[in-house]
Each structure stands twice: as structure tokens, then as C-alpha cells.
């Protein structure tokens, strides 16, 4: 047996790691286990240097293509490099054992309750950068509803990315849990400094927007008189199941692409003939078919509660659709 039969399986996989390179291994350490980076790790400081022929070896046995290069040399202190351009110093630190995951106070909170209360477009605008295995895992621990509703405040390629992972997850390391929960809480943090009078914005339109619509319109009508400082700030927040008419046709298509047919035939129930034209014209031809049938039967049981529940429930998606810049509102438009 050649001397490449020496080296054990994670030597093999750290040397193939380092003559890939940083950028390409540091996209791959996140899909390790962390038993696993830390196996690679300790193999990388132990091996020697690898001649071309011998790594050659080494890579058809794990049957991939690689492009040839020079012997390996000072694999530790590569595989020191890579690791620390990414993963921070803590992250290492926690990985190889050497200390606890640090929290922000000895007694901090979980995460998990103050990510539920976000409105779903800022849990959404907050996790859509981040890795879909990130994501997948934080919304394997956060209760249903919120993260379904942040779910909806993503593109399509990315929903079926997470939820195929949240399918294929297994028991996440408490170590690498507890990393992403401070790594969360730092990111909220940084979101909420500056953004005060934003909050009060958002929280003065969320009040409006759980009004009726003249209501509404006569609130805002009297900040517009009384001169009431941020009012168009507001105003570019507000919207109702009734505005839908008011959007652009490619604005209705994304706020209906993926709401169910039940929700939008109960909130049709009643609607005037153009607001009804308004949505109808923006669904699939064979959904608008089913949802016409659905409106020519009465349904009793159907309250005007569960309806303007059904419209609400609506223009919230739209207004996080908004939020996430899927759409514009009708007072953005305006603006524009």
C-alpha cells in the first residue's frame, strides 16, 4: 500500500478542502456537522506534505474532478486561514471546545419569542440573506404561523429551498444553535438602532390598517390638516382589501400568486363588481373559473367577521410583499 494509505478519512477530506482553495472550501464548511469540522480540523494540523501524485489519489477516491495543482504544504496553517476567514473567532472557539457559546448576559433570553412577535415582512427582510439551511432551521424553531407567514415574504425558488431542508433536517448541534441565536439577537439589535420613528410609522398604519376604510380615510384626513409630522410616511403603509384597484395589474398578480382559492372566494363574498374584476383579473384562468362557481353558491356560514378576517389577511400580505419591495402600494405609485 502507497503511503496516501496512511492518512485516514478526515486527512483525506482536509487535504482535498485546502486544494480547493478559500472560497470555494469556505462555502462547504457550513454543510459539515460540527463533530465533523472538528475532525477536519484536527486531521488538517496533523498532515504532512502531500506530493501531486499521491493527492491525485486521493481525489479519484472520492470521485469528483478537481483541477490539478502543486503538492500540498503547511496544510494546518491553510486550513487555519480558511477557517478563520469563515467562521468567527467565537464560532472556532465553540467548534473546537475551547469555550462555551458566549450569550450577551449570563441570563439572556431565548430568541425564538421576540422573532415571533416581528411583523412577518421584518422576519422576512431580517432571514433573507441568510443561508436556506440557516433559515430552515430557524423556522423549525419558531412556532407555526410566524414563520409561515415569513415564508410568504419570499420568492418561490427560495420558499421551496427552505421548506425541502426543514423536510430533510435533522437534530441541530446545540452548540451551532446557539451561535445563530446570537448572531440573531446582535442583527436585531443593529435593525433597531435609528429606526425609532419607523416604528412608530409602522405601528400608527398597523392601527389604521385594522380600521374600516371611511374611517380610515377620515383619520387621515385629519393628521393631513392638523400638519401631523411622518404622515406620508404612514400613508405609504396604509392599504385595505378595497385599494386592490388602485394597484397596477403585475402589483394584483404578486399579491395573489400563491394565496389559496378559499381565502380569495371568501373575501370576494360581497364585493363590489370592479373590486371583484380587480382580483379576478389577476388569478389563473382555471382558479378564476372555480372561484366564480364558488361566489354563485350562497354561503351562509360565511359572517361578514370571516370575510373582512379574509380581506385583512389579504392586504397584510400585500403591505408585506411591500415591505420586501415585491410591490408597490397604490400611495407609492402615486409617488412615483
Known sequence: MGPEGKLTKAQKAAAILVAMGKP??????????????????EAARKLRTIPQSELENIVAEFEDEFTEGAGLLDSGDQMDTILNESLS????????????????????PPIWPELTELEPARLGALLRDEHPQTIAMIFSNLESQPAAN??????KP??????????SMTTVQPAAKQLVENQLRKRLAADANGKDVSASQTRVANLLNELDKD???????????SGAEGIDQVKA????????????QKSRVTLFDGLSTELVTLAL?????????????????RSRRMIESELTIPADS???????????????????????????????????
Do not use: C, Y
Not at 400580505?317 to 410591490?327: D, V
Open 24 to 41: 470555494s472550501a469556505g462555502r462547504l464548511l457550513g454543510f459539515f456537522k460540527h463533530e465533523e469540522l472538528k475532525a477536519l480540523i
Open 89 to 108: 473567532p467565537e464560532e472556532i472557539s465553540v467548534l473546537m471546545g475551547w469555550s462555551k457559546p458566549s450569550l450577551m448576559s449570563d441570563e439572556a
Open 237 to 248: 403603509r396604509l392599504f385595505s382589501f378595497d385599494d386592490i384597484v388602485l394597484l397596477d
Open 215 to 225: 374611517v380610515l380615510d377620515e383619520l387621515v384626513s385629519d393628521l393631513e390638516t
Open 158 to 167: 427560495l420558499r421551496n429551498e427552505v421548506l425541502k431542508r426543514m423536510l
Open 269 to 285: 363574498r360581497g364585493a363590489e363588481a370592479d373590486l371583484a374584476e380587480a382580483v379576478l383579473s389577476a388569478i389563473g384562468a
Open 302 to 336: 360565511a359572517t361578514p367577521a370571516e370575510i373582512a378576517k379574509a380581506r385583512k389577511r389579504i392586504a397584510a400580505t400585500a403591505i408585506g410583499l411591500a415591505a420586501t419591495g415585491a410591490l408597490e402600494l397604490p400611495a407609492m405609485q402615486d409617488a412615483a
Open 150 to 155: 415569513a415564508l410568504l415574504t419570499f420568492d
